[in-house]
């Protein structure tokens, strides 16, 4: 194991200031021992300077020593300065000396200066033997944590070696290692026994299962009792995602307590769930496996079409049978009333008019029906031109155009296109007459066909109404009307239903732009 592998195991922070530290204090315990033998020798000079003075006092004619000097009272240097300032005794150090001048007072009065020079007590030993103790101390740490932290390290690889080999060969003996008196390896010898003895009554069927998984295009995952996913399929992945746990399915409730209660109640059992993030409906079957440790297949098939064409339906039941409830009301009252012998001949004619209008519109409601529900599987195409078909629409829709005094534009490009003609005249027929049943009398209404490009592009523009958000919405959905119109506009609520659909057959798209109060924009583009 190299230095630098083992210094980041230490962590090279915790080492500096753990450093730092030591270093602190060693320094602030020779500083201190430093002061020390400084106060000792103040205080031996201080010691013979009272003895002097109890000497000179009784002799005052007698011989001072050598390292001491008597100053007159009118003696004025810095050492006398700062007595004077009220210091007790003035001191200055050298390296190698001290000297302090301390004042003679007789009845309070400073009489004379007595100054002594004395030899400082060398710290350099005891600094030596500190510093020297402190260094083999913080070595002795530095080799302990050394030796601790790699005995730790290489202990640490181990196990992990060892992990790792019961990771990548669960089914062999090769990570099992020798009995000694680690407990840790004596532990993992018994997982990894464990472990094997586990897999290896299972790992046929595991493998199998999760080898057949992966044949189907459809979501498949296998989870365990306590919640965890233990295999799924690229199609899982896929629509969902790939994790190991059931908190993936949090925001569906309902599906995620169908899952739990499996748990308690392993039955197989199928039921339908919506998946609102993805849109998704699917067929869910949940069965029990008591030969894999009790785990659970769930297999997901997509239903969504199925059930947006049995809603849709559904839906077109509903609505039709709605829609001809009205009229088939009407023909059959009107004609119990004609049974009356004493209508008169005016009554007569009206109720057959009622009659007779009713039943025309029960006719476009089934033709419109039919032509909405028909399956186009193949559509047949050929060259006709759309200036014509236009022109022959405006024509045929000319008196509904007088009726209600509504002015008309056009614009109209001669352009030929290779379609269907049925469809494109049911395309063109509906939006026509759908702009002039919405355009208030004395109205304007525009109609354009011209070329952009490769494609054709038929505009119709009312200055009607108009619609809102919602309603523009919604325009397309079958028996929809806008709900102020539908008492004023007669109709089956189908042809833009119908337009939709042969738009999207003909692989063509269509635009609505509409502002309320202002009017309409269909644009289509085939």
Request: hydrophobic letters at 40%.
């Amino acid at each position: 194991m190299g230095i630098t592998s083992l210094m980041k195991k230490i962590k090279l922070k915790n080492i500096v200031i753990s450093t730092v530290i030591y270093l602190v204090a060693t320094v602030t315990l020779l500083v201190f021992l430093n002061i020390q033998i400084l106060k000792t020798d103040t205080n031996r000079v201080l010691h013979s300077i009272e003895t002097t003075k109890a000497f000179l006092s009784e002799h005052p004619d007698a011989a001072l020593p050598s390292k001491f000097q008597c100053w007159p009272a009118r003696t004025q240097n810095e050492e006398t300065k700062k007595i004077d300032a009220g210091a007790e005794y003035a001191q200055s150090v050298t390296r190698h000396s001290i000297e302090i001048t301390s004042p003679i007072r007789k009845d309070g009065v400073i009489t004379a200066y007595l100054h002594a020079v004395d030899s400082r007590t060398s710290p350099w030993f005891t600094n030596l033997m500190v510093g020297g103790f402190a260094t083999l101390i913080y070595l002795a740490c530095a080799f302990y944590v050394f030796v601790h932290a790699r005995r730790n390290y290489l202990f640490t690889q181990d196990i992990v070696a060892k992990i790792k080999n019961i990771e990548r060969s669960p089914l062999t003996q090769s990570y099992l290692m020798s009995e000694n008196d680690d407990k840790v390896t004596s532990a993992l010898n018994s997982l990894g026994e464990y472990i094997q003895n586990q897999i290896l009554s299972h790992s046929e069927k595991k493998e199998n299962i999760y080898e057949f998984i992966e044949l189907f295009q459809f979501p498949i995952f296998i989870y365990n009792a306590k919640g965890k996913i233990r295999k799924t399929n690229a199609a899982f992945k896929n629509e969902f995602a790939d994790t190991h746990n059931l908190d993936i399915f949090s925001p569906y409730a309902d599906f995620l307590t169908f899952l739990v209660d499996k748990m308690l109640n392993p039955t197989t059992q199928e039921k339908d769930f919506y998946f609102e993030n993805i849109n998704a409906y699917y067929q869910v079957r949940i069965s029990p496996l008591p030969d894999l440790d009790n785990r659970f297949l769930v297999t997901l098939l997509d239903i969504t079409a199925f059930k947006r064409t049995l809603n849709a339906h559904n839906e077109l039941i509903a609505n039709v049978s709605h829609e001809l409830k009205t009229p088939l009301t009407s023909i059959k009252g009107f004609a119990e009333l004609l049974k009356d012998n004493s209508l008169s001949e005016a009554e007569r004619q009206e109720f057959s008019n009622i009659i007779s209008k009713e039943s025309a519109r029960l006719i476009a409601l089934v033709q419109d029906t039919l032509l909405l529900t028909k399956q186009n599987i193949h559509i047949e195409k050929k060259k006709i031109n759309l200036a014509a078909l236009v022109e022959e629409i405006l024509s045929s829709s000319q008196p509904l155009l007088d009726e209600k005094h509504l002015l008309l534009q056009t614009k109209i490009s001669n352009i030929s296109q290779v379609t269907n003609r049925q469809m494109v005249h049911s395309i063109f027929e509906n939006l026509i007459e759908n702009a002039i049943k919405y355009t208030d009398e004395h109205g304007k209404i525009f109609v354009g066909l011209h070329k952009d490009k490769k494609k054709v592009i038929f505009t119709v523009t009312d200055n009607g109404p108009g619609l809102t958000e919602i309603e523009k919405s919604r325009i397309f959905e079958r028996f929809y009307r806008v709900d102020e119109s539908r008492t004023q506009v007669t109709g089956t609520g189908l042809g833009l239903s119908i337009v939709d659909k042969n738009v999207r057959e003909l692989q063509g798209h269509i635009d609505v732009i509409s502002v309320p109060g202002k009017g309409t924009t269909f644009t289509v583009a085939l």
